[in-house]
């Protein structure tokens, strides 16, 4: 029998780096997955100042905005003789009309909250900015859905409105009495614009972190190099936060 | 529904405002505005429920 003697040294492969991929899918990917790793973009836990009412109202804006848009999906689908002559109808009319007083009412105090601890403080001001032109853009797909209803009350509500935006010089191109305009506002080009804004605002939110209150922001500001979690706040590489 | 809201309160009149120098509003508008701002006060004021539970924790050397 043979003796066996140690294996042959085996000389490692020099590294090899990667040539820079000129995709832009690549490049997107990347920069993506830099931006929002998976544990950021869907964490499992929050910091512990999250534990409260103010900051529900987010989430309950979304989960209103669901309903908008699901029920105004089957609005849509059906048209208004179903709308206004059916029971089903009036009660996915009503259920329309009120989810969209709910997403006003809670975006307002979720307004009201965010704007009280000051929400655009750490380079969070896209944050801000993003949820500011989410409201002002609701308000116009709220508008235009009044006056789509096709009853007296949207006939009512259209020719008050026409004033006022006459008078600022966009009745030209947004006309309120004209139905088949203002319902491709209402249920097109205001609803993506909606979307895509609270999308990019719910994505802003999971990069930059949830804003820690005024005093736990203060404390990690001046300790010198602040523990992970140790004030309730956890870092991004934990992935706790929202 | 409609029938029984509708005897409960009587929409068949003109709007019912508040008017304080500029300010004009409708009835509906102020009662929504009051309960957004009693809504605001009770989310700042009420605890969240297993709030304390997680903060002991968290002090304890627990997970945040």
């Known amino acids: 029998m043979s003796s066996v003697g140690a294996p042959p040294p085996v000389t490692p492969a020099p590294p090899v780096t990667p040539a820079p991929s000129k995709s832009w899918?690549?490049?997107?990917?990347?920069?993506?997955?830099?931006a929002l790793p998976p544990e950021r973009l869907l964490p499992d836990g929050q910091p512990t100042y999250v534990a409260s009412w103010i900051y529900v109202f987010g989430v309950a804006s979304i989960a209103s905005l669901v309903v908008i848009i699901g029920s105004?999906?089957?609005?849509?689908?059906?048209?208004?003789?179903?709308?206004?002559?059916?029971?089903?109808?009036?009660?996915?009319?009503?259920?329309?009309?009120?989810?969209v007083e709910l997403f006003f009412f809670v975006m307002v105090v979720h307004l009201w909250?965010?704007?009280?601890?000051?929400?655009?403080r750490g380079g969070r001001g896209r944050v801000w900015v993003t949820g500011a032109i989410t409201f002002l853009i609701a308000v116009p797909a709220a508008l235009t859905g009044y006056v789509s209803q096709q009853n007296f009350d949207a006939q009512w509500i259209s020719t008050q409105a026409k004033d006022g935006l006459n008078s600022v010089g966009v009745g030209a191109f947004f006309n309120v009495t004209n139905f088949g305009q203002m319902y491709s506002w209402h249920i097109l080009l205001l609803p993506i614009a909606v979307v895509v804004l609270v999308s990019a605002h719910v994505l802003l939110v999971r990069n930059n972190g949830v804003v820690p209150p005024f005093e736990l922001d203060e404390k990690l500001a001046g300790a010198p190099a602040a523990s992970p979690g140790g004030d309730g706040s956890a870092p991004a590489s934990t992935g706790a936060q929202s | 529904m409609g029938s029984v809201m509708g005897a409960i309160i009587n929409l068949n009149n003109p709007a019912h405002t508040v008017d304080w120098h500029f300010i004009h509003l409708s009835v509906a508008n102020v009662v929504v505005i009051v309960l957004m701002l009693i809504v605001f006060l009770l989310a700042i004021l009420l605890p969240f429920p297993g709030a304390a539970e997680r903060e002991a924790a968290r002090r304890s050397g627990g997970a945040s």
């Open chain 1, 25 to 34: 899918t690549v490049k997107v990917r990347e920069k993506g997955v830099e």
């Open chain 1, 72 to 99: 105004g999906s089957i609005l849509a689908l059906k048209g208004p003789a179903w709308w206004h002559y059916t029971s089903l109808g009036l009660f996915f009319n009503s259920i329309h009309m009120w989810s």
């Open chain 1, 113 to 120: 909250g965010k704007y009280w601890m000051a929400a655009w």
